[in-house]
Nanobody
Framework: QVQLVESGGGLVQAGGSLRLSCAAS?????????LGWFRQAPGKEREFVAA????????AYADSVKGRFTISRDNAKSTVYLQMNSLKPEDTAVYYC???????????????????WGKGTLVTVSA
């Protein structure tokens, strides 16, 4: 079993920044797993945002956030981060941390294979 707990959401003005954190724990957790972020805006389906391999050497982003968001991880702290800059009102959503028990990021970028989810943290960007 793995627990994922997100934090760092909140209200920010357009153009501002936020950093989300997701702490992983549990007897089944391994630093060799892929971690990532998804989001779900009101009235829309959950969508992929970013993923990072266990070593941090491979990352992937949705086109809508490339150049603005940066994913990173600290395996010593079992934590993955999402630095969000130049936020736009369309970034408003509940952001979910996800874990895939594989060492490659490709499945997560396709939105398949996630084994665990966090409960989400709300990000609201005002115009």
């Amino acid at each position: 079993q793995v627990q994922l707990v997100e934090s760092g959401g909140g209200l920010v003005q357009a153009g501002g920044s936020l950093r989300l954190s997701c702490a992983a724990s549990g007897p089944s957790f391994s630093t060799y797993f892929t971690l990532g972020w998804f989001r779900q805006a009101p009235g829309k389906e959950r969508e992929f945002v970013a993923a990072i391999s266990w070593s941090g050497s491979s990352t992937a982003y949705a086109d809508s956030v490339k150049g603005r968001f940066t994913i990173s991880r600290d395996n010593a702290k079992s934590t993955v981060y999402l630095q969000m800059n130049s936020l736009k009102p369309e970034d408003t959503a509940v952001y979910y941390c996800a874990l895939d028990r594989t060492s490659t990021i490709a499945p997560m970028t396709q939105g398949v294979g996630m084994d665990y989810w966090g409960k989400g943290t709300l990000v609201t960007v005002s115009a």
